[in-house]
């Protein structure tokens, strides 16, 4: 078959913060992609600003690189798709996937193939894929790159690899310092045969096949992203499997229900490093995008009108955790992040999205560009059943909407299960724990309570201990920030979606009620002073707050419902301790993630642009009463 051996479409796929982006950052800058006056930022291909934060890739993006060959051959195009690492953000990765000829595994030389490695490994192998392995961070002090290759080699086994695939190269790398080598380097130390990223690029160009084609088939391209323009509109990226795909052209487009119409190319842009450029022509293995198609989505084929053959849908997996996210219906809706009118005002946000039909939207768009989320409707008409990977992408989701300027209330995650011989089956995680020596114990007593079972125990004689779990995942909601506690902040946990099994029955993952305030006002240093005995408080003094909203963590095991507005009585005699300084402890101040962990199934999130709120569903302290004393008599 004919080959195109101008251009290599390769991902990189790794596991979080083994190096994906500032590899491929190092590769734009020594491919020449930038001027030499241009300033540039670290990792760049994270454009996202939640991305920058949370120093993880969440959207797969592609870029392309001119590399000219040092034996002075023609310039080859290398089409780079970077992953994200996170198994929650798992739909990118297949996707991303099914855009290349071969990937490359990026390895930590410390820490090895981690859960989400082996993740996107397994994806790679179930693709047919080839494989070249990069051991990158080969200068950190704690680097075992020959244990690391090995465990690689295991992992590549215990996934069913066959021959050709586990015959695979191995480049080492610093990707921070733009080096490469195919030489072994000591341990903790930078290649020292190399001074740039050139064994690496020659390893892709060796081992990346080159797209084949038949010259005579008819036009196939496969819609693999998304993306929208102010002035074109919506984007289709997509990669073209056979025939040629020319501006202004019209081709059949084949839709997700099998129905076909004709539309136009209004617009055809190739990649250049981190812009698109118009284009004329994009031929087999060419990674574009078209604009002309308002309505076209990921999975949908363009094909000839002639003689239109539909290429196959993705498919991703099935979702594991679902959270209900529906209007704000607190009382302080619509009024800033105290509460008062003129705060939010004063901050800009006139353009409060509080509505159903604003969310049910907003939900909608989602859905286009998302094929891991899934929405479905609730009894209720301003609220819906949002499922997805995990608690992770489900929370930037919502903290997407909230700086968007939408007001959600959302419920605690839930696990969707599934019935299997009659019997209601629950996902269940593989969870891969790092923790120094001392710790060992607290983690093993946490993972107890949580009805986890250790698979795996390794200790690598530096004083840290690698443990396996396999777990419930609806053990794992809640877990991560009792594990940093216990942990004292040292450890390192990540796990994976691991299939399902039989209900594990009951779990009581938090021990402590909750202080609810009875009435709504303001809070006062004088009734913060009185309460923090009773446990920790959430809220600053001069908070507004509501009945029912939840201002602190109970030091017993029932919720307690605590009037954080009172005042200091005025009197005109003298008291004994009038000029007592009283400290008030610092509140604890819950981001998203903590707060979704800390809900109860009686609880919910106030979600705004400006604050989060933890508040009980039932607001009123007498309905919550008669509920509570219902159940007791059930």
Same mark, same amino acid.
């Given at each position: 078959?004919?080959?195109?051996?101008?251009?290599?479409?390769?991902?990189?796929?790794?596991?979080?913060?083994?190096? &994906?982006?500032?590899?491929?950052?190092?590769?734009?800058?020594?491919?020449?992609?930038?001027?030499a006056?241009?300033?540039?930022?670290?990792?760049?291909?994270?454009?996202?600003?939640?991305?920058?934060?949370?120093?993880?890739?969440?959207?797969?993006?592609?870029?392309?690189?001119?590399?000219?060959? &040092?034996d002075?051959?023609?310039?080859? =195009?290398?089409?780079?798709?970077?992953?994200?690492?996170?198994?929650?953000?798992?739909?990118?990765?297949?996707?991303?996937?099914?855009?290349?000829?071969?990937? %490359?595994?990026l390895?930590?030389? +410390?820490?090895?193939?981690?859960?989400?490695?082996?993740?996107?490994?397994? !994806?790679?192998?179930?693709?047919?894929?080839?494989?070249?392995?990069?051991?990158?961070?080969?200068?950190?002090?704690?680097a075992?790159?020959?244990?690391?290759?090995?465990?690689?080699?295991?992992?590549?086994l215990?996934?069913?690899?066959?021959?050709?695939?586990?015959?695979?190269?191995?480049?080492?790398?610093?990707?921070?310092?733009?080096?490469? @080598?195919?030489?072994?380097?000591?341990?903790?130390?930078?290649?020292a045969?190399?001074?740039?990223?050139?064994?690496?690029? @020659?390893?892709?160009?060796?081992?990346?096949? $080159?797209?084949?084609?038949?010259?005579?088939?008819?036009?196939? $391209?496969h819609?693999?992203?998304?993306?929208?323009?102010?002035?074109?509109?919506?984007? $289709?990226?997509?990669?073209?499997?056979?025939?040629?795909?020319?501006?202004?052209?019209?081709?059949?487009?084949?839709?997700?229900?099998?129905?076909?119409s004709?539309v136009?190319?209004?617009?055809?842009?190739?990649?250049?490093?981190?812009?698109?450029?118009?284009?004329?022509?994009?031929?087999?293995g060419?990674?574009?995008?078209?604009?002309?198609? @308002?309505?076209?989505?990921?999975?949908?084929?363009?094909?000839?009108?002639?003689?239109?053959?539909?290429?196959?849908?993705? =498919?991703?997996?099935?979702?594991?955790?679902?959270?209900?996210?529906?209007?704000?219906?607190?009382?302080?809706?619509?009024?800033?992040?105290?509460? !008062?009118?003129?705060?939010? &005002? +004063?901050?800009?946000?006139?353009?409060?999205?509080?509505?159903?039909?604003?969310v049910?939207?907003?939900?909608?768009?989602?859905?286009?560009?998302?094929?891991?989320?899934?929405?479905?409707? =609730?009894?209720?008409?301003?609220?819906?059943?949002?499922?997805?990977?995990?608690?992770?992408?489900?929370?930037i989701?919502?903290?997407?909407?909230?700086?968007?300027?939408?007001?959600?209330?959302?419920?605690?995650?839930?696990?969707?299960?599934?019935?299997?011989?009659?019997?209601?089956?629950?996902?269940?995680?593989?969870?891969?724990?790092?923790?120094?020596?001392?710790?060992?114990?607290a983690?093993?007593?946490?993972?107890?309570?949580?009805?986890?079972?250790?698979?795996?125990?390794?200790?690598?004689?530096?004083?840290?201990?690698?443990?396996?779990?396999?777990?419930?995942?609806?053990?794992?909601?809640?877990?991560?920030?009792?594990?940093?506690?216990?942990?004292?902040?040292?450890?390192?946990?990540?796990?994976?979606?691991?299939?399902?099994?039989?209900?594990?029955?009951?779990?009581?993952?938090?021990?402590?009620?909750?202080? %609810?305030?009875?009435? $709504?006002?303001?809070? =006062?240093?004088?009734a913060?002073?009185?309460?923090?005995?009773?446990?920790?408080?959430?809220?600053?003094?001069?908070?507004?707050?509501?009945?029912?909203?939840?201002?602190?963590?109970?030091?017993?095991?029932?919720?307690?419902?605590?009037?954080?507005?009172?005042?200091?009585?005025?009197?005109?005699?003298?008291? +004994?301790?009038?000029?007592?300084?009283?400290?008030?402890?610092?509140?604890?101040?819950? @981001?998203?993630?903590?707060?979704?962990?800390?809900?109860?199934?009686?609880?919910?999130?106030?979600?705004?642009?400006?604050?989060?709120?933890i508040?009980?569903?039932v607001?009123?302290?007498?309905?919550?009463?008669?509920?509570? +004393?219902?159940?007791?008599?059930?």
């Amino acid at each position: 078959m004919p080959t195109r051996n101008d251009i290599r479409n390769v991902a990189i796929v790794a596991h979080v913060d083994h190096g &994906k982006t500032t590899l491929v950052d190092a590769m734009l800058k020594q491919a020449g992609a930038f001027a030499a006056h241009q300033q540039l930022d670290d990792r760049m291909m994270d454009s996202n600003d939640l991305e920058r934060e949370k120093g993880i890739t969440i959207l797969a993006k592609n870029t392309a690189v001119k590399y000219h060959p &040092k034996d002075g051959g023609a310039p080859i =195009t290398i089409n780079i798709i970077d992953t994200p690492g996170h198994a929650d953000f798992g739909g990118e990765v297949e996707r991303g996937l099914s855009m290349v000829d071969a990937v %490359v595994l990026l390895v930590d030389a +410390s820490e090895g193939p981690l859960p989400q490695t082996r993740f996107v490994l397994r !994806k790679a192998l179930t693709a047919r894929l080839p494989v070249i392995l990069c051991i990158n961070k080969t200068d950190r002090p704690d680097a075992r790159i020959d244990e690391v290759i090995n465990e690689t080699y295991d992992l590549f086994l215990d996934l069913d690899a066959d021959e050709d695939q586990i015959e695979f190269p191995i480049v080492y790398a610093c990707a921070r310092d733009g080096v490469a @080598s195919l030489t072994k380097p000591e341990n903790g130390t930078v290649p020292a045969d190399s001074d740039s990223l050139e064994p690496f690029f @020659s390893t892709i160009l060796e081992h990346v096949p $080159a797209p084949t084609f038949d010259a005579e088939a008819p036009l196939q $391209a496969h819609v693999t992203n998304l993306d929208a323009d102010n002035f074109l509109g919506r984007i $289709a990226l997509l990669r073209v499997e056979q025939g040629e795909l020319r501006k202004g052209q019209t081709v059949a487009w084949i839709k997700r229900d099998g129905s076909i119409s004709n539309v136009r190319i209004s617009e055809l842009l190739m990649t250049e490093a981190l812009t698109r450029k118009p284009a004329e022509v994009a031929g087999p293995g060419d990674i574009c995008a078209v604009a002309g198609i @308002s309505d076209i989505m990921i999975g949908e084929t363009l094909a000839d009108p002639e003689n239109p053959i539909a290429l196959p849908l993705i =498919t991703v997996d099935e979702p594991a955790i679902s959270m209900t996210i529906g209007t704000n219906t607190s009382p302080l809706v619509g009024r800033g992040g105290s509460g !008062k009118g003129a705060d939010a &005002k +004063s901050s800009g946000r006139v353009d409060r999205k509080v509505t159903a039909r604003q969310v049910k939207d907003r939900l909608d768009r989602e859905l286009i560009g998302n094929v891991s989320l899934r929405v479905l409707d =609730t009894e209720r008409p301003d609220a819906w059943e949002v499922q997805g990977r995990g608690e992770l992408a489900l929370a930037i989701l919502i903290e997407t909407m909230r700086r968007e300027g939408f007001e959600l209330t959302v419920g605690k995650p839930q696990v969707v299960t599934k019935e299997v011989n009659g019997k209601t089956h629950e996902p269940v995680e593989r969870l891969t724990v790092d923790v120094p020596e001392e710790h060992m114990g607290a983690v093993t007593q946490l993972m107890g309570i949580r009805k986890g079972r250790m698979d795996n125990m390794s200790n690598h004689g530096s004083g840290w201990v690698r443990m396996e779990f396999v777990v419930p995942s609806r053990g794992l909601i809640g877990f991560r920030t009792e594990f940093l506690t216990n942990t004292r902040g040292t450890g390192i946990a990540h796990s994976i979606h691991e299939g399902h099994e039989p209900w594990f029955g009951t779990l009581t993952t938090r021990n402590n009620g909750s202080l %609810v305030a009875d009435r $709504a006002g303001v809070v =006062t240093a004088f009734a913060m002073t009185n309460l923090q005995e009773r446990g920790v408080l959430f809220c600053d003094p001069g908070t507004e707050v509501y009945e029912g909203m939840i201002v602190g963590e109970n030091s017993r095991a029932d919720d307690m419902d605590v009037n954080i507005t009172k005042e200091k009585k005025l009197t005109n005699m003298r008291s +004994s301790n009038a000029d007592v300084a009283e400290s008030i402890v610092p509140p604890r101040k819950l @981001s998203l993630e903590q707060s979704l962990e800390f809900c109860r199934e009686d609880e919910c999130i106030e979600v705004t642009p400006e604050t989060v709120r933890i508040r009980k569903v039932v607001l009123d302290q007498k309905d919550r009463g008669r509920t509570a +004393s219902r159940a007791k008599k059930a």
